[in-house]
């Protein structure tokens, strides 16, 4: 069974930093793609950042200078650390595996950026 749960969303201020983690179980995790979505209300899910077997990032624009994916493929988990975060940024952020032919998301953890 494949479970993919996220932790360490929370409330911060404008300009405040956290640190998501995603622990994967259920998976061969170092042979698929890793990834971070997120979903703010009354829009769709998009995009923010994602990291390769072999450790090599693609990112959205809109984080580009303040996030950075990761991950520890001894521990099967995959980290976004949010920096300089902005209230946009405010969202559902999904935890995301990937391989040639599996497709899995976690359940989700909230982040509220608001003074």
């Known amino acids: 069974q494949v479970q993919l749960v996220e932790s360490g969303g929370g409330l911060v201020q404008p300009g405040g930093s956290l640190k998501l983690s995603c622990a994967a179980s259920?998976?061969?995790?170092?042979?698929?793609?890793m990834g971070w979505y997120r979903q703010a209300p009354g829009k769709q899910r998009e995009f923010v950042e994602v990291?390769?077997?072999?450790?090599?990032?693609n990112y959205a624009d809109s984080v580009k200078g303040r996030f950075t994916i990761s991950r520890d493929n001894a521990e099967n988990t995959v980290y976004l650390q949010m920096n300089i975060l902005k209230p946009e940024d405010t969202a559902v952020y999904y935890c995301?595996?990937?391989?040639?032919?599996?497709?899995?998301w976690g359940q989700g953890t909230q982040v509220t950026v608001s003074s």
């Open positions: 990291i390769t077997m072999g450790g090599s990032t």
């Open positions: 259920g998976i061969i995790f170092s042979r698929v793609f």
């Open positions: 995301n595996s990937r391989g040639f032919v599996t497709n899995y």
